[in-house]
């Protein structure tokens, strides 16, 4: 729920909506309408109403590739969607946090993107340049991410097909800007969640062990 123009709505993003676009939001009518004056030409994958220097605006992030706003991108006064960082991504974003990881609160994206040593997971420093998170990178797409607590305090947590150095599927960043392992999952992972289940507020994990599709 954020305002771009009409007030608080309800705003959704996906694959070509019934509004001829692939992003909306509900209008008094409770009809859905197209957010900004030209639509991104592919899927949306994740929404986020931040900062990013012009003040709070509407995010998106997803698959699209045009005009300048490769895989994310914020709606500006004029009712564009506009680039946010000067360098650019080389594939899909489908994931977007605002936390700190050293550097103060800041945006940062996950998905498949692999270029200029911002592997995977990225964040956006004070020049709108995308910046490595870690020191050590990963091998593969992270799915999600989800700042929580598993023994070290709060750390920003990841999820993915990653494979590499003992950080199979899943994997937290430690004071020392490393990604290490948290628990074993024997496939990859596509998504986080804190909750109770059962036993207390814990991690919990959409994959595949053992027949069932959710780990904690």
Same mark, same amino acid.
């Given at each position: 729920?954020?305002?771009?123009? &009409? ?7 996906? &694959? ?21 004056? *030209?639509?991104? $030409?592919?899927?949306? @994958?994740?929404? =986020? ?48 946090? =605002? ?9 940062? =994206?996950? !998905? !498949?993107?692999?270029?200029? #040593?911002?592997?995977? /997971? ?16 990963? $091998?593969?797409? /992270? ?37 290490? #392992?948290? !628990? ?5 992972? &596509?998504s986080l969640a804190l909750c109770?289940?059962?036993?207390? @507020? ?5 994959? @595949?062990?053992?027949? *069932? @599709?959710?780990?904690?």
């Amino acid at each position: 729920v954020t305002d771009t123009g &009409t007030g608080n709505r309800l705003h959704v993003g996906g &694959t070509y909506l019934s509004v001829d676009g692939n992003i909306a939001r509900l209008n008094d009518s409770g009809a859905w309408e197209i957010v900004g004056s *030209k639509s991104v $030409n592919s899927d949306v @994958y994740s929404l =986020i109403s931040c900062d990013t220097g012009t003040g709070t605006r509407l995010h998106i992030s997803g698959y699209f590739s045009d005009a300048g706003r490769a895989y994310v991108a914020r709606l500006n006064d004029s009712g564009q969607w506009e680039g946010v960082a000067f360098n650019t991504l080389n594939a899909n974003v489908t994931n977007m946090l =605002i936390c700190d990881t050293g550097t103060g609160s800041r945006l940062h =994206i996950s !998905g !498949g993107f692999s270029n200029a #040593g911002r592997s995977y /997971v990225a964040r956006l420093n004070d020049e709108n340049y995308w910046e490595t998170v870690a020191t050590n990178t990963l $091998n593969s797409i /992270v799915s999600d991410m989800l700042i929580c607590d598993t023994g070290t305090g709060n750390r920003l947590h990841i999820c993915g097909s990653f494979s590499n150095s003992g950080r199979a599927f899943i994997a937290r960043l430690n004071d020392n800007s490393q990604w290490e #392992g948290v !628990g074993t999952l024997s496939g990859s992972a &596509t998504s986080l969640a804190l909750c109770d289940s059962g036993t207390g @507020y814990r991690l919990h994990v959409g994959t @595949y062990i053992g027949g *069932k @599709y959710v780990a904690r």
